[in-house]
């Protein structure tokens, strides 16, 4: 590969990785506005079965089942999110000469899983066994 298609992956894979990061930031802000709304749940929560209303009364009237499942959604977008901007991370450093063992060293993580994550395909993460 010479400079100039070096410089061209290279900037491709910032890009990606600026991207990623974004959408990270933009996973995290959702999780964020759940755990708040779980937050003031919990507290209106507490008040009523404080008060004397049934288990059951509070949990309809809160949509328990709903907030679980939503908060459980934002979870898996954050989890997703982070998975694709450490492997766009990954490879990046991969381009820039860093070999994979390095990479693990320097995430914490095992090579194994470094190798696994770069390759992969961009849009789906590897199914956890």
Do not use: Y
């Not at 010479?2 to 992956?9: E, K, L, N, T, V």
């Not at 290279?10 to 990270?24: G, H, N, P, S, Y």
């Not at 991370?89 to 860093?98: I, R, V, Y």
């Amino acid at each position: 590969m010479d400079s100039a298609q070096f410089r061209r992956r290279q900037k491709t894979l910032r890009d990606e990785a600026v991207r990623c990061i974004a959408d990270l930031d933009v996973a995290i802000d959702g999780l964020i506005r759940e755990l708040q709304g779980l937050k003031r749940a919990n507290r209106t929560k507490t008040r009523r079965l404080a008060r004397g209303d049934g288990a059951s009364e509070v949990t309809r009237a809160l949509r328990v089942g709903t907030r679980h499942a939503n908060l459980n959604a934002a979870l898996v977008r954050v989890q997703q999110s982070r998975h694709r901007a450490q492997r766009a991370l990954f490879l990046m450093a991969e381009h820039e000469g860093e070999s994979l063992a390095e990479v693990a060293r320097t995430w914490g993580i095992s090579r194994q899983l470094v190798s696994r994550m770069v390759g992969e395909s961009p849009r789906r993460p590897a199914r956890r066994r």
